[in-house]
């Protein structure tokens, strides 16, 4: 079984910054490949970060460069979002994601609401 627990969403204005954390438990091995999806009110799911066990990333072009996605060096499991330049279209529900044997698990999500 894999858990995984999102902290650090709330209310912040357009150019703010926030902070996601997500720390992953259970039976994947330590510095399991991870990520971060959000999903808005009547659309689907997307990936906005992603970090491979090697220490890869990637991003979709809507989050470049504002958006970063780290691992903590102490806790393997542990993954951060790093949010800045925020947009109101940035309001959404996120979540964190890791894989175990095949399966993707989904924490909780945190909301993130961008006020204009």
């Known amino acids: 079984q894999v858990q995984l627990v999102e902290s650090g969403g709330g209310l912040v204005q357009a150019g703010g910054s926030l902070r996601l954390s997500c720390a992953a438990s259970g039976s994947i091995a330590s510095g399991n490949a991870m990520a971060w999806y959000r999903q808005a009110p009547g659309k689907q799911r997307e990936l906005v970060a992603h970090?491979?066990?090697?220490?890869?990333?990637?991003y979709p072009d809507s989050v470049k460069g504002r958006f970063t996605i780290s691992r903590d060096n102490a806790k393997k499991n542990t993954v951060y979002l790093q949010m800045n330049s925020l947009k109101p279209e940035d309001t959404a529900v996120y979540y964190c994601?890791?894989?175990?044997?095949?399966?993707?698990?989904w924490g909780q999500g945190t909301q993130v609401t961008v006020s204009s």
């Open positions: 994601g890791t894989w175990y044997r095949g399966t993707l698990y």
């Open positions: 970090i491979t066990n090697s220490g890869s990333t990637n």
